[in-house]
Nanobody, 115 residues
Framework: QVQLVESGGGLVQAGGSLRLSCTAS????????MGWYRQAPGKQRELVAA???????NYADSVKGRFTISRDNVKNTVYLQMNSLKPEDTAVYYC?????????WGQGTQVTVSS
C-alpha cells in the first residue's frame, strides 16, 4: 500500500497563488508517476498535472502557463504551484500515485477561489 498526505489547500482570491504538497510513503517504487487531479461539484474528476519519476510532465490545457508541477524524489513529494488562480479552479484536489498497474489516492484538499 501507498499512503499519500496532502497539504496546502485553502481559500484565496482570484489572481492569487497556492502551493499544494503531497508526500508518499509505504510500498513505493523508483518508477512511478505522481500527479494532481481535481473534482468540482457536479463534475468528473480530471487530471490537472502529472510528473513521472523520469522527469516527464503533463498538464491540462486549462492550467498550462499558470500551474507548475514539481517533485522531490528523495522526499517522495510532489508539489503543485498554482498561480493566477481563477474561480473555475475551485475544486477538491487529489494527489495520485501510480506504479505499475496500481493507483493510489490521497484524501483530497479543498481549494476555493473567490471572485
Amino acid at each position: 500500500q501507498v499512503q499519500l498526505v496532502e497539504s496546502g489547500g485553502g481559500l484565496v482570491q482570484a489572481g492569487g497563488s497556492l502551493r499544494l504538497s503531497c508526500t508518499a510513503s509505504g510500498s513505493l517504487s523508483s518508477v512511478n508517476v505522481m500527479g494532481w487531479y481535481r473534482q468540482a461539484p457536479g463534475k468528473q474528476r480530471e487530471l490537472v498535472a502529472a510528473a513521472s519519476s523520469g522527469g516527464n510532465t503533463n498538464y491540462a490545457d486549462s492550467v498550462k502557463g499558470r500551474f507548475t508541477i514539481s517533485r522531490d524524489n528523495v522526499k517522495n513529494t510532489v508539489y503543485l504551484q498554482m498561480n493566477s488562480l481563477k474561480p473555475e479552479d475551485t475544486a477538491v484536489y487529489y494527489c495520485n500515485y501510480a506504479r505499475g498497474s496500481r493507483t493510489f489516492w490521497g484524501q483530497g484538499t479543498q481549494v476555493t477561489v473567490s471572485s
